[in-house]
């Protein structure tokens, strides 16, 4: 039970190297709830640092998984990414999951037009049409990749658009397009697939909800920006 909520939190935390970062000039935070099963365990919040041409996002991460009034999982994490002239340049993070340490440490290489990868999952090259599996950027909704932000492994996936539709979350009504997101590789065991239903408000590109079934129904839900 473990390993399969383990691994499904770790592809959650899921473009090219482009942020298009002026999408998010206005914003300082946005704070996201983690839901299991109807109720709140934790958050994930990101806020925003504004330089001239230069855009930093630090994440905060914490949950945890109780049964029968014990800890079968918990995350505690810290990242930072940084883009420059709306292209990722750095991103570095720490993960304690159940007291394991995990990392990633990512910088653009401009000789190779790469990204360098030193994670505790993965050690070498990504291409630029990767993205930090992070909700705070909707690029994740046009990637043919995601890097995880805890382990630096790549993960290929396909997503699709399903339909628009009205989403109320926190008594705000939004006009929400709804998109399906899965692993590439269909032949994959089904406790390592992607499967994932997003929201995206399109007027402020924010995504608003994400949902999925493992062990348990998940949600990172929009709680409150500005």
Known sequence: MKKKICLFIILLFSTDTFAHSNHYKGIVKIEMDVIRN????????YFFEHDNKKMTIKNYTKFKVELFGVSIFS??????????????????????????????????????????????????????????????????LKANKQISPLSGSIKEQVVNFVKSENLIINGQNY??????????????PDDKKLNFDIWLDKKNNLILKVKYKRMGEWEYRLKDFK
Not at 38 to 45: F, L, Q, R, T
Not at 131 to 138: A, E, L, M, R, S
């Open 75 to 140: 995350i505690l994490s810290e990242a930072i990414e940084v883009y420059e002239d709306n292209k990722l340049i750095n991103f570095k993070s720490n993960t304690f999951q159940n007291k394991k340490k995990k990392y990633v440490n990512l910088n653009y290489d401009n000789k190779s037009k790469k990204f360098i990868i030193n994670g505790s999952s993965y050690k070498g090259k990504a291409e630029l049409d990767c993205v930090i599996g992070n909700w705070w950027n909707h690029k994740i």
């Open 38 to 45: 109807g109720k709140i365990i934790g958050y994930s919040n």
């Open 175 to 188: 006009s929400a397009d709804h998109y399906k997101l899965k692993s590439k590789n269909e032949n994959l």
